[in-house]
T-cell receptor, first 109, second 116 residues
Framework: AQRVTQPEKLLSVFKGAPVELKCNYS??????LFWYVQYSRQRLQLLLR??SRESIKGFTADLNKGETSFHLKKPFAQEEDSAMYYC???????????FGSGTRLLVRP | GAVVSQHPSWVICKSGTSVKIECRSL??????MFWYRQFPKQSLMLMAT?????????EQGVEKDKFLINHASLTLSTLTVTSAHPEDSSFYIC????????????FGPGTRLTVL
């Protein structure tokens, strides 16, 4: 079964601390993984995708097929990073996404 | 660019009535739109995939006769919740994928449905 697991509902860190939001997936094929972010009172928006191998707003994520993980990392968290983060899996050519349950990141001053 | 709107942003209706929610791509053409449902403090669950000019593809467990989807143009998809009941109360979110080679989905702001 295709599944995305985000084990942490809430992650609270202080400004300047490193952040790692965990994401594990279950899929037998070759997945495409994404991180979406939803800031307060805003719509869901794409943060980054694994095939781009880019850093957006200081965030990076590496696909680890051995561990079936796609953790989101940032070395120094900022207060404006506080938001809801969703990991998503695209499992086939239909473009549909399977979302994890989300992790709320709270960056304290 | 790539803005998706939803109307209404919130709606309250009586049990047994039908409610229509619109999803529009404002500055791009969307061959494919997706409808999600999100319960409080839960993730987005895909309900159906809507392709312009063809029937929607529903996910397992989603009643197609209850959640009617129409994608009549490249910029508009509608979701009609028929004979709504309190358990249909939820946050409904649409997303749209452009016609170009990119597969990025752009999300609407969502519609809060409350059925009394």
């Amino acid at each position: 079964a295709q599944r995305v697991t985000q084990p942490e509902k809430l992650l609270s860190v202080f400004k300047g601390a490193p952040v790692e939001l965990k994401c594990n997936y279950s899929y037998s094929g070759s997945p495409e993984l994404f991180w979406y972010v939803q800031y307060s009172r805003q719509r869901l928006q794409l943060l980054l995708r694994h095939i781009s191998r880019e850093s957006i707003k200081g965030f990076t994520a590496d696909l680890n097929k051995g561990e079936t993980s796609f953790h989101l990392k940032k070395p120094f968290a900022q207060e404006e990073d506080s938001a809801m983060y969703y990991c998503a899996l695209r499992a086939d050519s239909s473009y549909k996404l399977i979302f994890g349950s989300g992790t709320r990141l709270l960056v304290r001053p | 660019g790539a803005v998706v709107s939803q109307h209404p942003s919130w709606v309250i209706c009586k049990s047994g009535t039908s409610v229509k929610i619109e999803c529009r791509s404002l500055d791009f053409q969307a061959t494919t739109m997706f409808w999600y449902r999100q319960f409080p403090k839960q993730s987005l669950m895909l309900m159906a995939t809507s392709n312009e000019g063809s029937k929607a593809t529903y996910e397992q467990g989603v009643e197609k006769d209850k959640f009617l989807i129409n994608h009549a143009s490249l910029t508009l998809s509608t979701l009609t919740v028929t004979s709504a009941h309190p358990e249909d109360s939820s946050f409904y979110i649409c997303s749209a994928k452009g016609t170009s080679g990119t597969d990025t989905q752009y999300f609407g702001p969502g519609t809060r449905l409350t059925v009394l």
